[in-house]
């Protein structure tokens, strides 16, 4: 598949182009739209597949798109205002967290991981990991950008889009101590060690949503 990003980097729009008989496999809810030869199929991928994708906060569904005799063209977009980008799987494998999944080919799994290292601001308990070979389209909430570590770096958790798996992490303060992190309104961050990208989002979703929440009227 050949896969196109237009509108970068606060209203991106990913336009995939299928051969015939080829398939992309979304996120249930990224399709803005597709040619009339495109089939679509629903799969949950098993009862337990899909429960951990429901616990790791991605839908318990995920459409795969087929063209059918022609060229055919899928637009996926985000649920927020953001970014996209497309990561090649294979000689590099990923850890995400858990909505920066947009599509992939069907020859590259994600799959659910469980461990309290994952527990980022916003991604509950569980991040997401590749095994396979080929494309991965990676969302953002704001621009998205890769930050090459080698040795160490220490990034906002609500920052963190997608890290190779080469990397290791660990999450804790952002100071010295639990008062002085919620004081700074940094909250947590997570060090990476290691040689490898981490890509990083310029805004964080959940700060946006306290900000925006607080300019609404109280509910009655």
Same mark, same amino acid.
């Not at 790791?56 to 087929?66: A, D």
């Not at 927020?80 to 497309?86: F, K, R, T």
């Not at 461990?115 to 527990?119: D, L, N, S, V």
């Not at 947590?188 to 490898?196: E, Y």
């Given at each position: 598949m050949q896969v196109n990003v237009l509108y970068k980097p606060s209203q991106s729009l990913a336009q995939v182009w299928l051969q015939p008989g080829e398939s992309v496999v979304a996120e249930s809810g990224a399709m803005v739209g597709m040619t009339p030869n495109?089939?679509? *199929?629903? *799969?949950?991928? &098993? +009862?337990?597949?899909?429960? %951990?994708? +429901?616990f #790791? !906060?991605?839908? @318990?569904?995920?459409?795969?798109?087929?063209a059918q005799q022609t060229q &055919?063209?899928? +637009?996926?977009?985000?649920? +927020? /205002? !953001?970014?996209?980008?497309?990561?090649?799987? &294979? *000689?590099?494998q990923w850890h995400m967290q858990n909505?920066? @999944?947009?599509? /992939?080919?069907?020859?590259?799994?994600?799959?659910?991981k469980a461990?309290? %290292? #994952?527990?980022f601001s916003g991604a509950g308990l569980f991040i997401l990991e590749t095994r396979g070979q080929g494309q991965l389209v990676l969302g953002s909430f704001g621009a998205i950008e890769p930050v090459n570590v080698d040795g160490s770096m220490v990034i906002d958790t609500g920052h963190i889009v997608a890290w190779e798996s080469t990397l290791t992490y660990s999450v804790g303060k952002s100071a010295s101590g639990w008062v002085s992190s919620f004081l700074s309104g940094e909250g947590?961050? /997570?060090?990476? =060690? #290691? =040689? &490898?990208?981490?890509?990083?989002q310029s805004r964080n979703a959940s700060e946006y949503g306290t900000a925006i929440g607080a300019m609404l009227p109280p509910r009655e």
């Open positions: 495109i089939v679509l *199929q629903t *799969q949950s991928g &098993g +009862l337990m597949s899909g429960l %951990k994708r +429901l #790791g !906060g991605e839908s @318990f569904f995920r459409n795969t798109f087929t &055919g063209e899928v +637009l996926f977009a985000t649920p +927020l /205002c !953001g970014d996209m980008v497309v990561v090649e799987v &294979g *000689q590099r909505g920066a @999944f947009v599509a /992939c080919s069907p020859s590259v799994d994600v799959a659910t461990g309290a %290292k #994952g527990f947590l961050v /997570c060090t990476f =060690q #290691g =040689q &490898g990208i981490v890509y990083i």
